[in-house]
């Protein structure tokens, strides 16, 4: 068996502080191929975002993480950053930096510390910024920008690590119906130049368009296959409630609400 991108082993973690802690993942056991797109998808609370971020090694938990064969946290963490990089969501702060700038921290586990950027450094952020449409306004203040504009400047400091695992937490938020389709290309992008791309993503039609598909429920995995099986379709629907339905539409997939039966 090939050596999977990601894989967890008997992951188990929890949120909040003291007595208040609550166990969200339920001995979670994953493994996610390389070179494929993976949409991780599920109701509220499912768990999806403190998955993503336990394979990303951002949340303490039990069990184990491995990347690309090794062990996560065995990793130094410069290592770690160039063969992972991590978009998630509602990231704060850098307001006071421009595009260009926030752009170039995705370089950051390339360079020795101080180092100023290099040719390469210089030339992966042209090529991200070009990608999400974000060239034109590099040198303007990521504060200054729209919810969506600031998404794309985030996506392209993704890019710019040019890792070959792409970890991304709800990318499609505050973009508009245009440039959620210019993620979807770049997503199938990454993944023709032989990168492994997992997101998790609310809009089913979109995550129906991946390679495989891990649905969620109540911190657990309740199935994982491909976005075309029947079987997929079918936990979809169940974790659901029976609420949607997956139909073909010129040649993809799409979920739509069902009809058949009343909230």
């Given at each position: 068996m090939s050596v999977a991108a990601l894989e967890a082993r008997a992951v188990r973690a929890a949120l909040g502080r003291g007595g208040q802690r609550k166990q969200v993942l339920h001995a979670i056991d994953l493994r996610l191929p390389a070179g494929r797109w993976t949409s991780i998808v599920g109701p509220n609370g499912a768990g999806k975002s403190t998955l993503l971020r336990a394979l990303a090694g951002l949340l303490p938990h039990e069990g184990e993480v491995r990347l690309q064969g090794a062990d996560l946290h065995g990793l130094r963490l410069r290592e770690r950053a160039r063969r992972l990089c991590w978009m998630g969501q509602n990231e704060g702060g850098a307001d006071d930096l421009t595009v260009y700038d926030v752009a170039m921290l995705g370089r950051l586990p390339h360079r020795p510390w101080l180092a100023p950027p290099g040719p390469?450094?210089?030339?992966?952020?042209?090529?991200?910024?070009?990608?999400?449409?974000?060239?034109?306004?590099?040198?303007?203040?990521?504060?200054?920008?729209?919810?969506?504009?600031?998404?794309?400047?985030?996506?392209?400091?993704?890019?710019?690590?040019?890792?070959?695992?792409?970890?991304?937490?709800?990318?499609?938020?505050?973009?508009?119906?245009?440039?959620?389709?210019?993620?979807?290309?770049?997503?199938?992008?990454?993944?023709?130049?032989?990168?492994?791309?997992?997101?998790?993503?609310?809009?089913?039609?979109?995550?129906?368009?991946?390679?495989?598909?891990?649905?969620?429920?109540?911190?657990?995995?309740?199935?994982?296959?491909?976005?075309?099986?029947?079987?997929?379709?079918?936990?979809?629907?169940?974790?659901?409630?029976?609420?949607?339905?997956?139909?073909?539409?010129?040649?993809?997939?799409?979920?739509?609400?069902?009809?058949?039966?009343?909230?």
């Open positions: 390469a450094d210089r030339a992966a952020v042209e090529r991200a910024l070009r990608a999400t449409q974000a060239w034109d306004w590099r040198g303007r203040m990521l504060g200054r920008l729209s919810g969506g504009e600031r998404q794309r400047v985030l996506l392209a400091r993704a890019l710019a690590v040019e890792a070959g695992v792409l970890l991304m937490d709800e990318p499609l938020a505050n973009l508009d119906p245009p440039h959620q389709a210019d993620w979807l290309a770049l997503a199938r992008a990454q993944v023709a130049a032989g990168r492994t791309v997992v997101s998790v993503l609310h809009e089913i039609s979109f995550a129906l368009q991946a390679d495989e598909m891990v649905v969620m429920a109540a911190g657990r995995i309740v199935h994982q296959g491909a976005c075309a099986d029947p079987a997929t379709h079918a936990a979809l629907a169940r974790v659901f409630d029976q609420r949607l339905q997956v139909h073909a539409l010129d040649g993809r997939w799409i979920a739509l609400p069902s009809e058949d039966r009343a909230p």
